[in-house]
């Protein structure tokens, strides 16, 4: 997504946190030929779709980029920090 290109993934716990169906990109079930065959075929196909949902990838994948993420890590960390201090498990 990250790169401008819709997406085609399994449809699992982890993907599907982050990609929704029809919009950056298309989720298959897992373990499944010809639903991943179509969903390629499909984007191929179809270049509005393409460009749709690419454009929506960029806007999504931002929001995982490292400084990102890593500026949410912390957060949790010294949230989590203060809260065990509080509770006079750490000083």
């Known amino acids: 997504m990250a790169t401008g290109r819709p997406i085609v993934a399994t449809n699992i716990d982890?993907?599907?946190t982050v990609v929704t169906n029809g919009e950056e990109g298309l989720l298959?079930?897992?373990m499944t030929v010809h639903p991943l065959a179509h969903a390629l075929l499909t984007l191929l196909n179809d270049k509005q779709l393409r460009l749709q949902m690419a454009q929506k990838g960029l806007i999504t994948a931002?929001?995982?980029?490292w400084e990102g993420v890593?500026?949410?890590?912390l957060a949790y960390y010294s949230?989590?920090?203060e809260r065990t201090r509080q509770q006079g498990i750490v000083r």
């Open 14 to 16: 982890g993907f599907a």
């Open 79 to 81: 949230k989590t920090i």
């Open 70 to 73: 890593a500026s949410r890590v």
């Open 28 to 30: 298959v079930p897992p």
């Open 62 to 65: 931002q929001k995982y980029d």
